[in-house]
């Protein structure tokens, strides 16, 4: 009895974990959709939920949030985040505030992935790494934040942009 209860409490960890984590193919293929309801069903489905949105102009994208596992008591405190940047209905942008493991994992895999480093910067509170493959640029930054229940931490952030060809 005790082996079932725990294979199924790390069942759930293991599919909330699978939920939140957004892999580099996936940002790829979320970052070109040509419709960005097909990215919301997605995210939906995934256990994400909508946190707000804008609409662009002629000079901004409209935008549209997500948060994976908002606080509670605060709901601008999340485990993860994800923002799509649209023009017309068609996904141009994307930026990933993921957890620090996923963030790593992801930037581990860019060199497999056909990504090459081609610049980095230092700024007051932040660090950045720039990558470029014949589709995408990937900037990767890690920035410092307020935490939920105070002090501060690191937040890591993907952002991923389709080329024009």
Same mark, same amino acid.
């Given at each position: 009895? /005790?082996? /079932? ?20 193919t996936?940002l ?17 489905? /995934? ?7 804008? &609409?662009?102009? *002629?000079?901004?994208y %409209?935008?549209i ?23 017309? %209905? ?9 957890? &620090? ?17 081609i610049?980095?910067? !230092? ?6 790494? *720039?990558y470029?493959n ?6 990767? &930054? ?15 952030? !993907?952002?991923?942009?389709? /080329?024009?060809?």
């Amino acid at each position: 009895m /005790k082996t /079932k209860f725990l294979t199924l409490i790390l069942v759930f960890f293991a599919i909330s974990a699978a939920s939140q984590s957004l892999t580099l193919t996936e940002l790829q293929n979320l970052c070109k959709l040509a419709n960005w309801q097909n990215g919301n069903d997605l995210l939906t489905r /995934k256990g994400w939920e909508f946190h707000g949105s804008s &609409k662009g102009d *002629y000079d901004h994208y %409209s935008m549209i949030d997500y948060a994976y596992s908002k606080s509670g008591w605060n709901g601008d405190y999340a485990s993860a985040w994800l923002t799509f940047y649209i023009d017309g %209905s068609q996904v141009v942008k994307l930026q990933y505030q993921a957890p &620090k493991n996923i963030y790593n994992i992801i930037k581990n895999s860019l060199t497999a992935n056909g990504y090459k480093r081609i610049d980095s910067e !230092i700024k007051d509170g932040d660090i950045a790494t *720039y990558y470029t493959n014949k589709s995408f640029d990937i900037k990767l &930054k890690t920035s410092t934040v307020d935490k939920e229940y105070g002090g501060h931490g690191a937040a890591y952030v !993907i952002t991923i942009s389709r /080329k024009y060809q």
